[in-house]
Antibody
Framework: QVQLRESGPGLVKPSQTLTLTCTVS??????????WNWIRHRPGEALEWIGY???????YYSPSLKRRVSISLGTSQNQFSLRVTSLTAADTGLYYC????????????WGQGTLVTVSS | QSALTQPASVSGSPGQSITISCTGT?????????VSWYQHHAGKAPKLIIS???DRPSGVSHRFSGSKSGNTASLTISGLQADDEADYYC???????????FGGGTKLTVL
């Protein structure tokens, strides 16, 4: 059974940098079959795809966020991380990690999400 | 990128059928057969219930079905059950410079 679990700080200050980690069990992030994605849901908005990372470490980002986000593979565990810089209140929302097949926009497994609030 | 448009809420009584629409453009739903639907119970992980417009993943009830016409995709839930009460999101592949575009979600209330 594939499971994903997000972790990170629930509260961050404006202008700071957010780092979230997704821990994966039941599947290896080192396999070439999948993309490992981050998606967020801000209040009153549609779900928003942020970016993905591939087993090789190559990453691809949403054009609207690419200047502030980066995704990286964990060094020793089955984890990958999201980093968002220059936070504002508009970044407040629920952040999910999710798996998709390579080249696919269908997300077959998701984490429960972690709430991030940007406030001073 | 532009989001897909879903109704904010729908409701139905147990045993009835309901349909949730998801309207996009010729750059996403209208162009590709890669529409997916997700069920989300609050506090739980979203669950994939429909992929590629109308395919049900293993283990998903036959009461869930999907279709597409032009720029609009639809999710139909037949024989409504109390446990179907949840938020439902659509998603699509897009020719825009991003992997996927999603809808804003529809809250299903089972009366």
């Amino acid at each position: 059974q594939v499971q994903l679990r997000e972790s990170g700080p629930g509260l961050v200050k404006p202008s700071q940098t957010l780092t979230l980690t997704c821990t994966v069990s039941g599947a290896s992030i080192r396999r070439a079959d999948y993309y490992w994605n981050w998606i967020r849901h801000r209040p009153g908005e549609a779900l928003e795809w942020i970016g993905y990372i591939y087993h090789s470490g190559d990453a691809y980002y949403s054009p609207s966020l690419k200047r502030r986000v980066s995704i990286s593979l964990g060094t020793s565990q089955n984890q990958f991380s999201l980093r968002v810089t220059s936070l504002t209140a508009a970044d407040t929302g629920l952040y999910y990690c999710a798996r998709s097949y390579s080249g696919s926009s269908t997300f077959d497994y998701w984490g429960q999400g972690t709430l991030v609030t940007v406030s001073s | 990128q532009s989001a897909l448009t879903q109704p904010a809420s729908v409701s139905g009584s147990p045993g009835q059928s309901i349909t949730i629409s998801c309207t996009g453009t010729s750059s996403d739903i209208g162009r590709y057969k890669y529409v997916s639907w997700y069920q989300h119970h609050a506090g739980k992980a979203p669950k994939l219930i429909i992929s590629a417009v109308s395919d049900r993943p293993s283990g998903v009830s036959h009461r869930f079905s999907g279709s597409k016409s032009g720029n609009t995709a639809s999710l139909t839930i037949s024989g409504l059950q109390a446990d179907d009460e949840a938020d439902y999101y659509c998603g699509s592949y897009t020719s825009e410079d991003t992997l996927a575009v999603f809808g804003g979600g529809t809250k299903l209330t089972v009366l």
